[in-house]
């Protein structure tokens, strides 16, 4: 059975990337936002994005980053990992740098987003606990075949970390 889990990214830029990572199947997700409803969301304020995130996680064992170049330390990325962690999901970033957007684009590597979160019973950054996994392979093609193989191990061991690190 597939586990439920709940994406997090950098809309405008990996919305084409992260679409194509929901789309292989091995992971239940949420439903993902178009951008009429991402709007609605929007012109509600910081309330209702709160809201709007909060209800997505219900239900979820755990939230996978997908990070590209603008990804790290975002308000509502921050948001996401945190509200993740503190709900006791597993929590893991997949770099989706290398795969390419609908103009057949690849992006520079972004910053891993948990070295901007610090794990409050050891005062460490999150990145000394939380798993960002870099995808093998030279091409698009080869990444998005890692990246097939290899989430659902990476979800089930974020599930193990996080319950082993209260």
């Not at 990337?17 to 992971?27: D, E, L, N, P």
């Not at 794990?119 to 392979?137: D, E």
Request: net charge positive.
């Amino acid at each position: 059975m597939a586990r439920r889990c709940f994406y997090s990214f950098h809309y405008n830029p990996d919305s084409h990337r992260a679409s194509q990572i929901r789309q292989i199947g091995a992971i239940e997700g949420n439903r993902p936002a178009s951008d009429n409803d991402w709007e609605s969301v929007t012109r509600g304020g910081e309330a209702a994005i709160k809201r709007w995130i909060d209800n997505q996680l219900n239900g979820k064992s755990c939230t996978i980053v997908l990070v590209g170049a603008g990804t790290a330390n975002r308000m509502w990325i921050n948001y996401e990992i945190v509200k993740s962690w503190d709900a006791g999901l597993g929590v893991v970033g997949i770099r989706i740098h290398g795969l390419k957007n609908l103009q057949g684009q690849v992006s520079q590597i972004g910053a891993n987003p948990f070295d901007y979160i610090i794990h409050g019973p050891t005062q460490n950054r999150l990145s000394t606990i939380v798993k960002c996994y870099n995808p093998s392979g030279l091409t698009s093609k080869d990444r998005y075949a890692w990246i097939t193989q290899y989430i659902s191990d990476a979800v089930e061991e974020a599930i193990v970390i996080r319950k082993n690190n209260r």
